[in-house]
């Protein structure tokens, strides 16, 4: 069993920036693939961003390429997004979901784990 625990969500106004954390429980966190979706008000879950066991590899979807960017330390069980150059619709509740087997996905059928989420509001 893995524990998920988002943090680092908060008002900001478009162009800002934020950083998001997800501190994860258990020993085995280097193992797991990670991943970052969000969901707006009246909106699906979507894919953001994902990155594989080791750190060597990530993807993102294309409304945020180039303004965010994953990361993991896996010495602190913690993955990060930076987000830069926010705008208004990236407004969403943000969640990271661990992945125990397999690579890097940007499915969200793919993950086993899911955090409560973090409320992510940027304003024009």
């Known amino acids: 069993q893995v524990q998920l625990v988002e943090s680092g969500g908060g008002l900001v106004q478009a162009g800002g920036s934020l950083r998001l954390s997800c501190a994860a429980s258990?020993?085995?966190?280097?193992?797991?693939?990670m991943g970052w979706f969000r969901q707006a008000p009246g909106k699906e879950r979507e894919f953001v961003a994902t990155?594989?066991?080791?750190?060597?590899?990530?993807l993102y979807a294309d409304s945020v390429k180039g303004r965010f960017t994953i990361s993991r330390d896996n010495a602190k069980n913690t993955v990060y997004l930076q987000m830069n150059s926010l705008k208004v619709e990236d407004t969403a509740v943000y969640y990271c979901?661990?992945?125990?087997?397999?690579?890097?996905?940007?499915?969200?059928?793919?993950?086993?784990?899911w955090g409560q989420g973090t409320q992510v509001t940027v304003s024009s």
């Open positions: 258990g020993r085995t966190f280097s193992r797991y693939a």
């Open positions: 990155i594989s066991s080791s750190g060597g590899s990530a």
């Open positions: 979901a661990a992945r125990p087997f397999g690579g890097a996905s940007p499915l969200s059928s793919d993950y086993t784990y």
